[in-house]
């Protein structure tokens, strides 16, 4: 889960590390009283869960509250990358000597969270990492033992020469890796960690992603998901527990396991057909997870057929027709379903199909053929 | 024989009186795993199906029955803590089936389970099985039979899906294995390619991978230097949409790698046969094994 | 540093460790209002940093508010092992069913804190553990992992049967160690942890030490030490960073590192004398530090003669010898004065001794018998 | 040769610009030790004493300079982090003087220091010193002069009492190691007696102990069965008072052991000569070496 620059700031802060005083605000009229609070010129910055925000019009300077108010009223209702701006967030505009950048991440190959330290800082640092490698310094943290503080500074004399400034990058580095490991994250990053032209280090701009699965034990941080930001049919998805991303396509998948739902659209393509979209069910079967998944597939109106791929595993098969008949009673769904299941319980969800009169198919080569001419012939 | 399950284990199952773990234990016992103990906290002196001992700790468990391998079926939050205390009471081989553990947590306990000398397989996985011998975690037991052919997958069903297709074509299987898509995991594709390499039993090995970081890459360059069998390669995700960044730090660290495009190449340059569909890979792996 | 009863119980309760609510008073009076408010039998503790405090009837039952008043008054103002009662705590009596001990101390040979719990709880605990020592069970933690669930689920098995009782047992200890942990600890012990007949389990009586190396960065344990608590020479000696012991002889002594010191004593005893304290003045090497360890000894009527003898190492020997010439300036000093010096700056030690008349002995042996026999003399 | 130092001992000292480091790094200096570099953060570039090379980092140090050995004189609440730091950047031998660092960050960092590989001698040591070679730490060099017999003490000052005592009689020691005597130390007796026992150039070996704790009887247990050369030992604290009770767990760690009555029993039973006070080295040294 992506937190808003703002809420990351929060966090941030919390854990002491050093930042300019700002506000958040979801109207124009908010953003004057924040800006006539802060005195100077102010910058009014887009929250959405998007990159390249500055680029789209999204971060503007404002020498005046009055003016930060216009400024503000054009962003918020703004769409960035499909996603409509709710809130803005007005800090005071820095006077930038330098930019860093400071990275963590929770990185595969070491299975340990891992610092990325640059003085290239800034929006263009993924082309500093691309061009110049060298540029980018790394550290994995054994969880066993923290963040060590000869390894702060290491990280910090990567950055600095004044060493009133590698001891304070040092400490927010500490406080990052802390602001990590105590939220569950994925990533936290801090760009640009600026110094300004009077010698101080600030944290200029932040982000953080919390591992969805923290979210369970920790409601603190569950509570600062915000809906409004997200694609509708994802948050429908989500609720339900179901792994859905829209695609272009007209063959509306229902699949257990990422692997298998990969691999059936990449079949729906092999048999040239075009998928709607990519919907895990996920692992534990509940015939109410069905439902759902049949409600988003239905609710594209671009769907022309609906393709079942079920091997059952620690899925029961017989739990996903069961959830096939439910939905089917609970509202009416006029696309052809073609269904393959094997597989735990295949047998007893053969039954269950065809006792309401539907057809399973044992092998998924002969679905996927079969859904993919239902497609074409529905146009 | 077969790899890492084989007829000396017995089995531990860790939530053994779950939803979950109980439906699987069930289905594990009836395809003649050696299954010795179960383990739920506060639940010890309980027999399972009337005939597996249920005891409090792991630990308990190893010193009545001699249990070497244990498999997980707790609930998330749970599961890491209970791969630590597999780990702590001796048992060398852990199958972590939980789903949704969070990545931290698996940070954390890892070292530890190096340290013990123990090997974990997932989590987040489906298991692995030696059809005929054990079956340990969740893959359907009767889409498999006994044969030459090792299998190892990140993916769950897409497994289930492969050896269905070699079984319905009469190409047994030494072993399957799931390793698990999560971030951190305790055995990965190279780990399996060697012990299948390794393995006497073992004449022909598939591997199905996935789009997303380089273990796929990884695994090939090892092939190319270490796996004299044959090796037929599958990659998931080809017209998958790309992944959401993870900030720029997840630019930085993957770089342009982690297509199937770029899998699917370092597989082609290490001599590997790549699977266009699941249904290929009766054609591919009967072809290398003739040559 | 040991905490009292009443202080370590604070920060148990704060880490969420359950026990039955009481109240810490200073007067009979305070004790009275406590009682009140608990209603029923109370028991009235002594808070002093001494054992067997039951056993020297510092820790009573009183069934009304006007016998805990009573009691309180008798209780307050009382000497226990030379230590004066200056605060009791007061607490509702408890319906005890059964009592187990659990103990975390840091433990030498593991170089890990290390749990010691036991079934056969109470104030007998030792006995027990010298007579059935397989009765007390022990799990050394390790600081990389911390304890970890199934070790302190392991731990609790070993104290009840009940798993309504283990898993508050198990939660306990987890708490336990994170006060042991956050606060430096070098000991935390709960004794009794008992079970009320209606199954409940508390912990009843806490005892928590400070490692005293952690007070320097943690002021707020430093603010914990109750000065009023504890001998008045040893609070004297503790300001000026001496470490200090009173005994009965007449020889004081004066010197640098603890095993010399006590080599000292035992060269004392050896010459035939008898040492009139221990009393280590450290390793960096401070002339204050001196003209304290001799306000100290001098303050003792018994001593009839100083014996100072230093090895120089990291003490440099012309700092002493400053700070002695400092202190017979500062207050007449009317005790004969034995000087053994020798090591690190010697020659500039003896060249300012000198100055002032005094004469530096280089060998511990001699400066030992010297001392010795002016005691005897003075007799 | 001797033990843990000698003629290819490179020093690092990390806290040498600070009030106890610089007075120490100029003695040292001038008793001959190779001192290759110094360590204090944010005086990298400046030079100590006109020669000696300062660095931000023990890792800079090691990289230019070639140091393998490391001596600590930073402050209590920042010397468990010098330790790590030095086992981090590779020097294998590190001598912490520091005293008064908090236990728990020692507890915490040993584990690094082992994983690492490196030897830790303390904290709140006196260093070690083989006379006429190198001295790292505080001991006293001019009470030293080379020779066959190694000594090694739990105490400081009490340290170099015994090794003037055996100067001042014309018999030489080989090395010179202080352990110290804080809860949790790198090295401890057995660690020196080992070294000792394999070293070719020490003939006999004195040890200094202390009441409290029951090293010493562990170490009188291994000189029983390793040790061949002989050992004469003290024991200081016999007309010391009890010390302080650590609540009911401290008695149950330790029991009734500790005293100098039963560490001096040990000794005895193990064949070590045992000295009634520290001017008895030098004649039963002298008899030990006889036979």
Do not use: W
Request: aromatic content about 4%; glycine content about 10%; charged content about 20%.
């Amino acid at each position: 889960m992506n937190l808003h620059e703002y809420q990351a700031r929060e966090l941030l802060k919390a854990a002491g590390v050093p930042m300019l005083d700002g506000g958040v605000a979801a109207t124009a009229d908010e953003v004057h009283a924040i800006a006539s609070r802060i005195g100077g010129t102010v910058v009014v910055k887009a929250q959405v869960h998007a990159g390249g925000r500055g680029k789209a019009g999204g971060v503007k300077l404002a020498k005046t509250p009055a003016e930060a108010k216009e400024v503000a009223a054009r962003i918020l209702g703004m769409t960035i990358k499909g996603l409509v701006v709710q809130k803005v967030l007005v800090v005071p505009a820095a006077d930038i000597a330098s930019e860093s950048y400071v990275g963590l991440i929770m990185d595969r190959e070491s299975q340990r969270p891992l610092f990325m330290v640059s003085s290239a800082g800034g929006i263009d640092i993924e082309e500093v990492a691309a061009k110049t490698p060298e540029k980018i310094h790394r550290l994995a943290v054994d969880p066993r033992f923290g963040l060590m503080p000869h390894q702060s500074l290491g990280l910090a004399l990567k950055l600095y020469q004044d060493f009133n400034q590698v001891r304070a990058a040092a400490r927010m580095m500490e406080q990052l890796y802390s602001v990590f490991m105590a939220n569950g994250a994925s990533l936290a990053e801090i760009n640009p960690l600026a110094t300004t032209s009077d010698g101080k280090v600030l944290a200029l701009d932040a982000k953080i992603s919390i591992d969805d699965n923290e979210l369970d034990r920790r409601p603190d941080l569950a509570a600062l998901r915000d809906e409004s930001a997200e694609e509708p049919s994802e948050v429908t998805a989500r609720k339900a527990n179901l792994t859905f991303i829209k695609l272009d396509g007209n063959v509306g998948c229902v699949v257990n396991g990422a692997g298998l739902a990969m691999a059936t659209m990449d079949l729906v393509k092999y048999y040239g057909g075009d998928p709607a979209n990519f919907l895990d069910i996920g692992g534990s079967s509940n015939p109410e997870k069905v439902v759902n998944a049949l409600k988003i597939i239905t609710a594209d109106p671009s769907v022309k057929v609906i393709l079942f791929n079920i091997f059952g595993g620690i899925t029961r098969t017989d739990d996903v027709a069961n959830g096939i008949v439910t939905a089917t009673r609970q509202f009416k769904v006029d696309l052809p379903i073609v269904i393959r299941l094997t597989g735990t319980n295949e047998k007893e969800a053969v039954k269950i199909l065809e006792g309401v009169g539907m057809k399973a198919l044992n092998d998924m080569d002969e679905a996927v053929k079969q859904a993919v001419a239902l497609a074409k012939g529905a146009k | 024989m077969s790899i890492f399950v084989n007829a000396s284990t017995r089995l531990v199952v860790q939530g053994i009186t779950g939803r979950d773990g109980s439906f699987h234990s069930k289905q594990m016992l009836a395809y003649g795993t050696d299954m010795v103990a179960g383990v739920t906290p506060g639940k010890g002196g309980q027999k399972f199906e009337d005939k597996v001992p249920v005891f409090n700790t792991v630990a308990d468990a190893v010193r009545e029955t001699g249990a070497n391998t244990s498999v997980i079926y707790v609930p998330p939050a749970f599961a890491a803590a209970a791969v630590a205390e597999a780990a702590d009471a001796g048992i060398s081989f852990i199958v972590c089936i939980t789903e949704g553990i969070p990545v931290l947590d698996m940070a954390r306990i890892m070292p530890f389970v190096r340290e013990k000398g123990a090997r974990l397989l997932g989590p987040n996985c489906p298991g692995l099985i030696t059809p005929g011998v054990a079956k340990v975690g969740i893959i359907p037991g009767q889409i498999c039979t006994p044969g030459r052919v090792g299998l190892v997958s990140r993916s769950g069903t897409l497994t289930y899906e492969v050896v269905n297709q070699l079984t319905r074509n009469q190409i047994g299987q030494s072993t399957c294995v799931g390793i698990g898509g999560d971030p951190v995991i305790g055995t990965n594709f190279i780990d399996v390619l060697a012990a299948f390499q390794a393995d006497p039993d073992t004449d022909a090995i598939v591997m199905m991978g996935e789009i997303g970081g380089t273990d796929e890459q990884k695994a090939a360059a090892f092939i190319a230097q270490h796996v004299t069998k044959p090796v037929v390669g599958f990659i998931a995700g080809q017209t998958a949409p790309p992944g959401r960044r993870m900030g720029h730090a997840g630019a930085i660290v993957s770089g342009s790698s982690g297509t199937a495009a770029e899998k699917i190449a370092a597989f082609k340059e290490a001599g590997i046969s790549v699977m266009e569909r699941p249904a290929d890979v009766v054609r591919l792996i009967t072809e290398r094994l003739k040559n």
